[in-house]
T-cell receptor, first 117, second 109 residues
Framework: GAVVSQHPSRVICKSGTSVKIECRSLDFQATTMFWYRQFPKQSLMLMATSNEGSKATYEQGVEKDKFLINHASLTLSTLTVTSAHPEDSSFYIC?????????????FGNGTRLTVT | GQNIDQPTEMTATEGAIVQINCTYQTSGFNGLFWYQQHAGEAPTFLSYNVLDGLEEKGRFSSFLSRSKGYSYLLLKELQMKDSASYLCAVSDSNYQLIWGAGTKLIIKP
């Protein structure tokens, strides 16, 4: 089955530093990947749609200069949280669809638990 | 606006049956997904419905009524490992996924 690998699974960083999260599709090519954030006891919140070879599409309220997304290849997208603050502490999850249609199920990475101290 | 409603929390007994409902109002409809999410983990795909009716997959079944904007996930022969959150998500006219807040299912022995 389609596998999405996300790394790291947990990261603790100091306020003001930057953190990079990688998302890889291991056995399929993903022209589009999605980045979500989930706060405790809340639903998934789509942050941005990452498109291979072009700029990411950010959801309203998400700062593109703070959450840098790079999708340089068909199997890798990265999310960099720049100048992290404690309020950025959250569970970040990437996903991709292995199918060509927009109604194909998403396959999720295992998520990254970010804690900013 | 677009909206997905599902109960916040449900409790059921091991071995029993539970039905988790989901109602939606979206701009267009291109299918409804159910995902399971254990605490601290990423969601995993359970089912997809785009036509009316019941889709059965082992102990799990999912039902859709497009005219009513309604779906349910039915879990049979509940096991302790089924304790998780169950997320309902609808693909709208632009194939954007609209997510429900999830239903936390607690299984008691």
């Amino acid at each position: 089955g389609a596998v999405v690998s996300q790394h790291p699974s947990r990261v603790i960083c100091k306020s003001g530093t930057s953190v990079k999260i990688e998302c890889r599709s291991l056995d399929f090519q993903a022209t589009t990947m999605f980045w979500y954030r989930q706060f405790p006891k809340q639903s998934l919140m789509l942050m941005a749609t990452s498109n291979e070879g072009s700029k990411a599409t950010y959801e309203q309220g998400v700062e593109k200069d703070k959450f840098l997304i790079n999708h340089a290849s068909l199997t890798l997208s990265t999310l960099t949280v720049t100048s992290a603050h404690p309020e950025d502490s959250s569970f970040y999850i990437c996903s991709a669809s292995s199918g060509g249609g927009g109604n194909s199920p998403l396959h999720f990475g295992n998520g990254t638990r970010l804690t900013v101290t | 606006g677009q909206n997905i409603d599902q109960p916040t929390e449900m409790t059921a007994t091991e071995g029993a049956i539970v039905q988790i409902n989901c109602t939606y109002q979206t701009s267009g409809f291109n299918g409804l997904f159910w995902y399971q999410q254990h605490a601290g983990e990423a969601p995993t795909f359970l089912s997809y419905n785009v036509l009316d009716g019941l889709e059965e997959k082992g102990r799990f079944s999912s039902f859709l009524s497009r005219s009513k904007g309604y779906s349910y996930l039915l879990l049979k022969e509940l096991q302790m490992k089924d304790s998780a959150s169950y997320l309902c998500a609808v693909s709208d006219s632009n194939y954007q996924l609209i997510w429900g807040a999830g239903t936390k299912l607690i299984i008691k022995p």
